[in-house]
């Protein structure tokens, strides 16, 4: 099993360059999220999919947009990267089956918009 | 409004010493409280969590964390810390949406030093 999967591992765009970041995960979750990390806030929700064919907006969706392509893969993309879109960005999975569920993190992508 | 705040920005500790990591959370309904840690350039790894039951929840690497529902708490604690501790500790609700949303705290750098 290798878990949640995040590609790339870096990357450096420049502003208005559009980028994807993939996600796949292999333990038959129901549920995808994209979650951004900044210095001293914590992980922020961007989008979350609920189930294949669903998505929904989270704490910090402008500028982003997803796609549940199937149920192993959530994709994150940037149509027109901005600085502040610099972040670390993590996708996680859970099996939503009921509230306690835990998520299960990726190994992050980390972002640079000059 | 839900939110979870860890009042330290960064806790030290010596080697076999115990430590405390904070945590308060404010949440309508039933709380459901998770532990991360986060090690250099790596993902969030899964700790412990609290549904429902005893107060005092055991997780991995010796980590447990008592649930105080008068206080509205859920402190990290280890009765003896390892330099292989230091890392990054994210104290996580579930949102009452039932959504499977997490809402995380700023985190906590816990440095245990020789």
């Known amino acids: 099993n290798a878990g949640v999967t995040q590609t790339p591992k870096f990357q450096v765009l420049k502003t208005g360059q559009s980028m994807t970041l993939q996600c796949a995960q292999d333990?038959?979750?129901?549920?995808m999220y994209w979650y951004r990390q900044d210095p001293g806030m914590g992980l922020r929700l961007i989008y979350y999919?609920?189930?294949?064919?669903?998505?929904d907006k989270g704490e910090v969706p402008n500028g982003y947009n997803v796609s549940r392509l199937n149920k192993r893969e959530f994709s994150l993309r940037l149509e027109s990267a901005a600085p502040s879109q610099t972040s670390v960005y993590f996708c996680?999975?859970?099996?939503?089956?009921?509230?306690?569920?835990?998520?299960?993190f990726g190994p992050g992508t980390r972002l640079l918009v000059l | 409004a839900q939110s979870v705040a860890q009042p330290e920005d960064q806790v030290n500790v010596a080697e076999g010493n115990p430590l405390t990591v904070k945590c308060t959370y404010s949440?309508?309904?039933?709380?459901?409280l998770f532990w991360y840690v986060q090690y250099p350039n790596r993902g969030l790894q899964f700790l412990l969590k609290?549904?429902?039951?005893?107060?005092l929840v055991k997780g991995s690497y010796g980590f447990e964390a008592e649930f105080n529902k008068s206080q509205t708490s859920f402190h990290l604690k280890k009765p003896s810390a390892l330099v292989s501790d230091s890392a990054l500790y994210f104290c996580?609700?579930?949102?009452?949406?039932?959504?499977?949303?997490?809402?995380f705290g700023q985190g906590t750098t816990l440095q245990v030093k020789p």
């Open positions: 609290y549904i429902t039951g005893d107060n």
């Open positions: 949440v309508s309904g039933n709380p459901y």
């Open positions: 999919s609920a189930s294949e064919g669903t998505t």
């Open positions: 996580a609700v579930r949102d009452s949406s039932n959504t499977g949303k997490l809402i």
């Open positions: 996680a999975s859970g099996y939503r089956g009921q509230a306690e569920e835990t998520q299960y």
């Open positions: 333990m038959n979750h129901n549920s």
